[in-house]
């Protein structure tokens, strides 16, 4: 069954470094989109992506985060300048149409 | 803003049902989602209804929609101890792309 695959599964970063958080979607999937949890909190919105462009964003994702879909497959999150308060649980998703989002494991930011 | 509010922990004996319940806000929710979340594990898609549809079957999951009132629920029959994890409730309009998540319930299975 297809599925939607991230890596790293844990990213250690000191504070001010940039990172890069990768996700492979799934093949036939048009929509891809960035969530975060905090420890102990809700999953929030980050951003989506359609048609090589941000679709949609959410206040979190300000100037310090990007995205980027550099070849047919991957799909990625950067961090510019990591802050303490960026480390969470990064899920990406990702759909064939508005709706139904499959997500990937997660990757584990933890910033120092 | 708009709002999905649920319970935050539930247990259960194994072989009972499970209802976990869930509230939303935002009138134009067209999709509501069940995602299951086990320890260290990612979000994965349970099952989803349409705001059309008031009541989804899916082998052991039922979900029920009430949508004049805004209330969505997860009833899991025969509950295993398996199925112990964090339920999250969500949803989404149309016309954004963005999903909104409860904070989830943890369901403990107890044998």
């Known amino acids: 069954e297809p599925e939607v695959t991230q890596t790293p599964s844990h990213q250690v970063t000191q504070m001010g470094q940039e990172v890069i958080l990768r996700c492979v979607p799934i093949s036939n999937h048009l929509y891809f989109y960035w969530y975060r949890q905090i420890l102990g909190q809700k999953v929030e919105f980050l951003v989506s992506f359609y048609n090589n462009e941000i679709s949609e964003k959410s206040e979190i994702f300000d100037d310090q985060f990007s995205v980027e879909r550099p070849d047919g497959s991957n799909f990625t999150l950067k961090i510019r300048s990591t802050k303490l308060e960026d480390s969470a649980m990064y899920f990406c998703?990702?759909?064939?149409?508005?709706?139904?989002?499959?997500f990937g494991p997660g990757t584990r930011l933890t910033v120092l | 803003g708009e709002d999905v509010e649920q319970s935050l922990f539930l247990s259960v004996r194994e072989g009972d049902s499970s209802v976990i319940n869930c509230t939303y806000t935002d009138s134009s929710s067209t999709y509501l989602y069940w995602y299951k979340q086990e320890p260290g594990a990612g979000l994965q898609l349970l099952t989803y209804?349409?705001?059309?549809?008031d009541m989804k079957q899916d082998q052991r999951l039922t979900v029920l929609l009430n949508k004049k009132d805004k209330h969505l629920s997860l009833r899991i029959a025969d509950t295993q101890t398996g199925d112990s994890a964090i339920y999250f409730c969500?949803?989404?309009?149309?016309?954004?792309?963005?999903?909104?998540f409860g904070a989830g319930t943890r369901l403990t299975v107890k044998p």
């Open positions: 969500a949803e989404s309009t149309d016309n954004n792309n963005d999903m909104r």
């Open positions: 998703a990702s759909s064939a149409s508005v709706g139904e989002q499959f």
């Open positions: 209804i349409f705001s059309n549809m």
